[in-house]
């Protein structure tokens, strides 16, 4: 990942709209966004010089769509108030607050501009939340882009999409809350969920199979995958091997060894 150091310059709107049409994106593009500020930055007007970039670069028929769920599982969402979780970064904040942008109203938020937002983030919330009638697959059904912008492929959850498909055999016990009845309920629930590390294996893959284009984007080294291509490759590894994105059993990283935990239980 590249990152801005102080005194770079600052990259102008119709610069970075370049940068990202040279990547493959395309008007009418339905996007997948995952970005790092601190990468791309500075460039101008800030979190929303590139929230337009994107704008321009997909025209008045696409729908850039970015995560947009909250931090905090302890307590009630509203998709009004409650603050996008702080791991997806300031333009992810920025974008769910625009006046042109829709918000999923469960805590498994994605936010998505009009006019096809609905479209998009329309369903009630699914637990677990990557399923095939969310937000990720339709984006999926609407062969879409997933641009990462200085981030990588651990922080692309469309591959938790493809491990729900694949019927994965590992689970970890998360809880969210709800309201019922004016009161707060909490919900227990298992997801298919790990560290998310090994999830950059993906580059090896598509690299290998010249599924992915990469370049720069202000100053942030930037990857594009279409969703179809990233889903078919992952289900493919995932029926070779169901533990691709797990590390062994004895590693360090405690999401993984719940996973395995729960596959012996």
Not at 41 to 49: H, L, S
Not at 162 to 176: G, M
Not at 239 to 248: A, E, G, K, Q, T
Request: contains cysteine.
């Amino acid at each position: 990942m590249a990152r801005a150091v102080q005194g770079s310059r600052e990259t102008p709107i119709a610069e970075i709209v370049a940068e990202l049409e040279a990547l493959g994106i395309e008007a009418g593009d339905a996007l997948l966004v995952r970005t790092a500020s601190r990468a791309v930055y500075p460039v101008e007007r800030g979190p929303g010089g590139l929230i337009d970039s994107l704008g321009c670069a997909t025209g008045p028929g696409g729908t850039p769509v970015m995560p947009s769920w909250t931090e905090d599982n302890d307590r009630p969402f509203d998709p009004v108030t409650t603050p996008a979780s702080r791991t997806l970064g300031i333009v992810a904040e920025t974008f769910r607050q625009l006046s042109n942008v829709e918000r999923s109203d469960h805590l498994f938020a994605f936010a998505a501009r009009r006019p096809k937002a609905a479209q998009i983030i329309s369903d009630p919330c699914a637990i677990p939340p990557h399923q095939h009638r969310g937000p990720v697959a339709k984006e999926l059904d609407s062969d879409g882009g997933i641009p990462l912008l200085g981030v990588d492929h651990d922080s692309n959850t469309s591959l938790h999409l493809a491990e729900s498909l694949a019927h994965v055999p590992y689970r970890r016990a998360q809880h969210t809350a709800v309201l019922r009845n004016g009161e707060a309920m909490r919900i227990d629930y298992l997801e298919n969920d790990h560290c998310c590390q090994l999830s950059k294996r993906v580059n090896e893959w598509r690299d290998r199979c010249a599924l992915q284009s990469r370049g720069t984007v202000g100053h942030a080294l930037t990857k594009l995958v279409r969703s179809r291509d990233l889903i078919d490759i992952a289900l493919a590894e995932l029926d070779c091997n169901p533990f691709v994105f797990l590390h062994s059993k004895d590693s360090e990283w405690e999401e993984c060894v719940d996973a395995w935990q729960s596959v012996s239980a």
